[in-house]
């Protein structure tokens, strides 16, 4: 075979791999041209037919040729793989603003986030929980509390009592649990918290005949006012951001004495004063006390040498506030268009 | 309580601006609610004198005025001007507290210069039949606002038990004040001397009912009219002035604490009685009403019966009318729980209803009687001498004796002896002595009688302010309720599978739990209403008002998880058990692109698997069930291990039908301590060396024989090399037979010691076969 034969292999080999318009007529062109019934191979097996000055340079041009071929076969198979996938995945190409494949949302009732929360920070200062049961007794739930039968303390929590039950009653506090903890646990030093349901007979926008209530208590030797002050600070600060005015007003409960009620800064108009503060600048969020020793001894403590403190606070009354949620009887309805308003809105 | 600001300032002499004092009450302990301002925004109106009178039509009157400045002719339909009286003129352009500016009005050809005002008009009271007549020597011309010192500030205050007792009075809030402000306190007016007895109505008294019992007698010598600034006073307290005497009565109550009830003296027959009510007993109050009495109700009563329930409210018998010359003055101590237990229960809550039910210091009534002694000559009255004496004053309390080290700790407060002691006599107690101190309140303190009421007072007086903070030393953590963060975790995992978390009432009509059949086992004895007649038995009846709620307002696709309380009865105690519950209706996703999963038994069923999977709750199985509210043929048990969790089905047609519902709902309710009694420990294990093998299998059995038969059968006859098996297909209809099914399962082999042969899997499979032929007739598809 002579040189200008070579010449003509190659021009007719890159003229069918130049006419391989996809990856199979590609592949067949290879075949063709590299394979090993391809016209290069034969022309190197021919080699030996040729003149013996001739055959050194006709093999290193023949081997060049193969080696050219190959690299353009590979570039040009690289090209039109890049053009098949590109192609591809513009096929593939979806709306991304059609509707995702729907899960059914659930979620967290606004009370349950708000006694999370109280619950979550109380723990971290240092309370365990407790529980009661929401049947108590009258003892338990006035007497144990320090509020005789005649006492006008009774007529601010109008009670359920229970038909054929004497002396059993829905406790209209959780008070009642400090003195069941304390019996526990008396003359441990204790700290526990006691969220719960409660009863009274009132029925309006801001009063519900169930709601929650979540009661905080510490006995322990040489516990003073000043700890409680401390604690309930600690508390609204960890609740409602460390700048929060926070001011603590003397007040009056029978199992408290002396009593106060917290007040936080009004976070509606930041104390400038509203009608969610009437004006005051401050909001009323819990009420609390050193143990008053009729309650310590009938928990089993001995009042000469123990003394506590204890405070209490509305769930709803939080999550009200919180939420800015206008009607206390929404809590309890399960109407879907209310429970879903507390997270991102379904689309 | 309604407290005006002008008459705490007549009290002390000078004030603050109403928005201080306001913030001092407020932080003393005495919540100040809110201030209204009276007749606030009133402009341009005068003090006139009316000139002439005449009538301008039969209802119209019209009224020439001097107004200090000149002339003016009124028109007005107040029947009370006459010629000569001072009244509030309001020219033209006059602005009155609710708004309105006046213009020249034309009244039957009468042009009317402006306005002659009603107390109603200028804000400061509620009459507006007539003309607010002014005192004579009203300055003519004067400017009304300033002349009745408006806008006159009123504090509502809300008062807590202990402030009830000493400061449900003016007086008594002027002390706290005073004693805020380091002022010297107000005492109080004298007592009225008992004197001549003689001449006076014979009382006898039931003396555990009333301590003290006295008796004035008052005669009328002029007729006068009720001072302007009493009236005006009373109404802003929150009272409507009556009749002179009354108001007089209603005037020294606001001020001192003291209810005093008169009776006209001339329907008063025989001597006074005051004993408990009879069994039976029933009495006509003043506002028309018949009470019926009980045994511990206090009657005061004459020769011919009942004339008052004493403290609360008299009888029409012995009212006191216009026409009323002679009065019989009552100034009594009456039993607080008594006149408590009465007010709660008959729904009265009188003035002096609420201040008798939170007790009376022993010596009020003579202060009482003496500060009305002092006051009836302003409205032409006398209190003649001779007083009815029955009883006596209780003995002020003795004195306490307070450790200073215990306030100093009680309080947390390092405050000096000389300090406590200074904080208690600014308050008005007398305290001496020094490690020890002796602690004497005043009388009106007659709520203090322990050390920590001393220390309470101490705190009040320093201020709460100055409470030092400091957190408590740490206490060893104490065990929680399992169940307490399971209920957490458990609404969580169903939170996460589409359920919301939902609250009802634990109170609910007992009907509907009985169409449960779970019917109320405790019954509330005084109800609020008839749907809160019943402590639930299940958490369903809630979770089912709730799909009806929603229902009615076009929600259909519901689901509610929630967890509560049910209460059963177990003799006379009530148990009570936290429980978990579920509701799943309608579709599981809304109406779109995607195909919405119409949900029945399986999706609950699904979601309750998967949840308590989540929970580490394993080995599920469930069972038929025989529940009344749930359809016969779709309910079910559920099972961990063995142990019962809980039950789910689909409601009951009729059932639902019963309650208003008419679409197959699903419940299922669990006992959240059964739940966490079944919860594993996480815990891990060696992942398989060895390669699974999978073999899919399908056999035909009889409709009655179950899958979870199957499956036991088949996990007993492969053991542990069974991994996991998954149910692929049900068929029924040809080529199966009539009356059998066709299952379809994928088996996973595996074992933990070698890698399966082939040989391996089809013995496995031979045995399976064997075991679930002669077991639950099961032949090879």
């Not at chain 1, 009863?199 to 409680?228: C, K, N, W």
């Not at chain 2, 009942?306 to 403290?311: F, Y």
């Not at chain 2, 519901?558 to 799943?584: K, Q």
Request: charge should be negative.
């Amino acid at each position: 075979m002579a040189a200008g034969s070579v010449e003509e292999l190659r021009r007719q080999a890159l003229e069918a791999i130049g006419g391989a318009g996809d990856l199979e007529a590609l592949q067949a062109a290879r075949t063709t041209w590299l394979g090993r019934k391809g016209p290069i191979v034969d022309a190197l097996r021919s080699i030996k037919d040729a003149p013996p000055e001739q055959r050194r340079d006709l093999g290193l041009e023949l081997n060049r040729l193969r080696d050219e071929l190959e690299a353009i076969l590979s570039e040009r198979e690289q090209s039109l793989e890049g053009e098949s996938l590109r192609r591809r995945l513009a096929q593939e190409a979806v709306d991304v603003t059609l509707p995702g494949r729907p899960r059914a949302i659930g979620g967290p009732h606004p009370l349950r986030m708000a006694e999370a929360e109280l619950v979550r920070v109380l723990r971290e200062i240092g309370f365990s929980i407790a529980e009661g049961p929401e049947v108590e007794t009258e003892q338990l739930n006035f007497e144990a509390l320090n509020i005789p039968a005649d006492h006008p303390a009774r007529e601010m929590q109008d009670t359920f009592y229970l038909k054929d039950l004497p002396g059993l009653l829905l406790r209209t506090h959780t008070s009642p649990v400090q003195v069941r903890a304390m019996r526990a646990h008396a003359p441990n030093p204790l700290r526990v918290i006691c969220p719960g349901r409660v009863y009274r007979r009132d029925d309006d926008v801001t009063h519900s005949p169930v709601f929650h209530q979540i009661e905080g208590l510490a006995v322990g030797e040489g516990i003073g006012m000043h700890h409680l002050k401390a604690t309930l600070y600690e508390f609204a600060r960890r609740l409602f951001g460390p700048e929060v005015p926070l001011r603590l007003r003397p007040s009056y409960f029978p199992f408290t004495e002396p009593s106060a009620e917290l007040d936080v800064g009004c976070p509606f108009c930041r104390g400038k004063g509203c009608r969610v503060c009437k004006g005051s600048g401050f909001i009323e969020v819990l009420g609390s006390g050193m143990v008053h020793p009729h309650v310590l001894r009938e928990g089993g403590y001995d009042p000469a040498r123990f003394t506590g403190f204890a405070f209490g606070l509305g769930i709803e009354r939080t999550a009200m506030l919180h939420y800015g949620i206008d009607d206390v009887r929404l809590l309890y309805t399960s109407d879907l268009r209310f429970l879903t308003q507390f997270q991102g809105s379904e689309a | 309580m309604q407290v005006p600001y002008s008459w705490i300032l007549d009290i002390l002499g000078d004030l603050p601006p109403p928005d201080d004092v306001a913030e001092i009450l407020t932080r003393r302990g005495l919540e100040v609610e809110g201030v209204e301002r009276q007749g606030d925004g009133l402009q341009g109106a005068v003090v006139a004198r009316a000139t002439g009178v005449s009538q301008l039509t039969p209802r119209l009157w019209r009224v020439e005025l001097d107004t200090g400045r000149g002339a003016a002719i009124c028109v007005t339909g107040a029947q009370n001007v006459h010629e000569g009286a001072r009244v509030p003129y309001a020219p033209p352009g006059t602005r009155l507290p609710d708004g309105r500016t006046l213009e020249l009005v034309e009244f039957h050809g009468q042009v009317s210069e402006g306005m002659v005002l009603s107390a109603d008009e200028i804000g400061i009271g509620a009459d507006h039949d007539g003309i607010l007549l002014l005192p004579d020597d009203a300055p003519l011309g004067q400017d009304l606002a300033s002349y009745l010192g408006l806008p006159e500030a009123v504090f509502d205050i809300s008062l807590t038990a202990s402030f009830a007792q000493h400061c449900q009075n003016m007086l008594g809030v002027a002390r706290e004040l005073a004693a805020a402000l380091g002022r010297m306190l107000p005492d109080g007016t004298a007592r009225l001397q008992p004197g001549d007895t003689q001449g006076a109505l014979a009382v006898r008294a039931d003396r555990a009912l009333c301590p003290l019992y006295l008796g004035a007698r008052l005669v009328r010598e002029h007729e006068r009219p009720t001072p302007l600034h009493v009236q005006r006073r009373l109404w802003a307290a929150g009272m409507r002035p009556l009749l002179p005497v009354v108001d007089l009565t209603n005037y020294v109550m606001l001020e001192l604490g003291q209810p005093l009830h008169p009776f006209a003296f001339e329907r008063l027959s025989g001597g006074i009685e005051v004993r408990s009510a009879m069994p039976g007993e029933q009495i006509e109050t003043l506002d028309g009403v018949t009470r019926a009495l009980e045994p511990g109700d206090i009657l005061i009563c004459d020769g011919e019966g009942p004339v008052a329930l004493a403290g609360i409210m008299g009888s029409q018998r012995a009212e006191v009318t216009a026409a009323t010359t002679e009065v019989f003055l009552e100034a009594a101590l009456f039993r607080p729980g008594s006149i408590g237990a009465a007010m709660r229960r008959l729904a009265l809550r009188s003035e002096a209803a609420q201040r008798f039910a939170h007790g009376l210091p022993g010596s009020l009534p003579w202060r009482a009687l003496q500060r009305m002694a002092e006051l009836l000559p302003e409205i032409g009255w006398r209190m003649l001498p001779g007083l009815a004496i029955c009883g006596e004053e209780p003995p002020a309390p003795g004195a306490i004796a307070v450790g200073a080290d215990y306030v100093r700790r009680l309080l947390g407060m390092d405050l000096g002896t000389q300090e406590q002691i200074a904080s208690l006599r600014r308050l008005g107690f007398e305290a001496e002595g020094e490690r020890e101190l002796q602690v004497r309140p005043p009388y009106w303190r007659i709520d203090v009688t322990e050390p920590w009421d001393v220390a309470e007072e101490v705190l009040r007086s320093v201020g709460v302010d100055r409470l030092p903070e400091e957190l408590p030393p740490p206490a060893p953590r104490v065990a929680e309720p399992p169940h307490y963060a399971l209920r957490l975790e458990a609404l969580g995992a169903f939170e996460s599978l589409g359920y919301r978390d939902a609250l009802s009432y634990s109170l609910c009509e007992p009907g509907e739990l009985e169409i449960l059949g779970r019917p109320a086992e405790v019954e509330i004895a005084n109800p609020l209403s008839l749907d809160m007649q019943a402590l639930r038995t299940t958490l369903w009846q809630g979770l089912l008002q709730a799909v009806r709620h929603n229902l009615g307002r076009g929600r259909q696709d519901i689901a509610l998880c929630e967890a509560g309380r049910v209460f059963h009865r177990a003799g006379d105690a009530v148990l009570e058990a936290d429980m978990l519950a579920l509701v799943l209706t309608g579709t599981r996703l809304p109406f779109g692109r995607y195909d919405a999963e119409r949900v029945d038994f399986f999706s609950l069923k699904g979601d309750i698997e998967a949840a308590l999977t989540f929970l580490r709750i394993g080995d599920l199985s469930f069972a038929p069930s025989q529940d009344k509210a749930l359809h016969p043929g779709r309910q079910a048990d559920v099972y961990s291990s063995g142990r019962f969790l809980g039950r789910l089905g689909e409601i009951h047609p009729a059932v639902a039908k019963q309650l208003d519902i008419d679409l197959p709902v699903m419940l299922a309710e669990f006992r959240l301590d059964d739940l966490a009694a079944a919860q594993g420990v996480a815990q891990a294990k060696s992942l398989p060396r060895y390669p699974a093998l999978i073999r899919d299998l399908a056999v035909v059995v009889d409709q009655a024989v179950t899958y979870g038969r199957l499956r036991q059968v088949l996990r007993a006859a492969l053991g542990e090399l069974l991994v996991a098996e998954t149910l692929f297909d049900v068929f029924t209809g040809p080529p199966v037979p009539d009356g059998k099914k066709s299952l379809a399962l994928r088996l996973t082999l595996q074992s933990p010691e070698r890698t399966l042969t082939e040989a391996d899997a089809e013995a496995a499979i031979a045995r399976a076969l064997k075991a679930v032929g002669e077991q639950c007739g099961a032949q090879l598809r």
